[in-house]
């Protein structure tokens, strides 16, 4: 899996796939568990959330959204409200990222709100179990 990680990673940097994003701003990330508790809390800060997880579903067709998943939840990744540059690479299914984002409140998805990133990193290694 790390090999297969790392050779994504390296093709779609080689290919001009992953877009020129901002750098990573936090220093910690928080457990969707935490946003799920109290979404608002978040939904009115100015401030960036950082979620770290696997991607474990996403959109084939034109690339809009995928799902996060960590240890304590999932999370719906709300890319067609984010700048058109910042898109995961195609087939991320499996990819270990940190994404930092501002959360939306949605009534029509799961958990009442959605990520809208700002940036992302695509990890190399694989999340601990």
């Given at each position: 899996?790390?090999k297969?990680?790392?050779l994504?990673?390296?093709?779609?940097?080689?290919t001009?796939?992953?877009p020129?994003?901002?750098s990573?701003?936090?220093?910690?990330?928080?457990?969707?568990?935490e946003?799920?508790?109290?979404?608002?809390?978040y939904?009115?800060?100015?401030?960036?959330?950082?979620?770290?997880?696997?991607?474990t579903?996403?959109?084939?067709?034109?690339?809009?959204?995928?799902?996060?998943?960590d240890d304590?939840?999932?999370?719906?990744?709300?890319?067609?409200?984010?700048?058109p540059?910042?898109?995961?690479?195609?087939?991320?299914?499996?990819?270990?990222?940190?994404?930092?984002g501002?959360?939306?409140?949605?009534?029509?998805?799961?958990?009442?709100?959605?990520?809208?990133?700002?940036?992302?990193?695509l990890l190399?290694q694989?999340?601990?179990?």
């Amino acid at each position: 899996m790390k090999k297969a990680a790392a050779l994504l990673l390296i093709f779609c940097l080689g290919t001009g796939l992953t877009p020129d994003l901002p750098s990573l701003t936090l220093e910690k990330s928080l457990l969707i568990s935490e946003l799920d508790k109290n979404p608002r809390q978040y939904e009115r800060r100015k401030t960036l959330v950082q979620l770290k997880g696997a991607v474990t579903h996403q959109d084939t067709a034109l690339n809009n959204w995928a799902f996060l998943e960590d240890d304590s939840g999932t999370v719906l990744l709300d890319f067609s409200a984010a700048s058109p540059n910042i898109r995961l690479p195609r087939k991320a299914v499996g990819s270990a990222v940190i994404v930092e984002g501002r959360v939306s409140l949605d009534e029509t998805v799961l958990n009442g709100y959605v990520l809208v990133p700002a940036t992302y990193s695509l990890l190399l290694q694989e999340l601990p179990k």
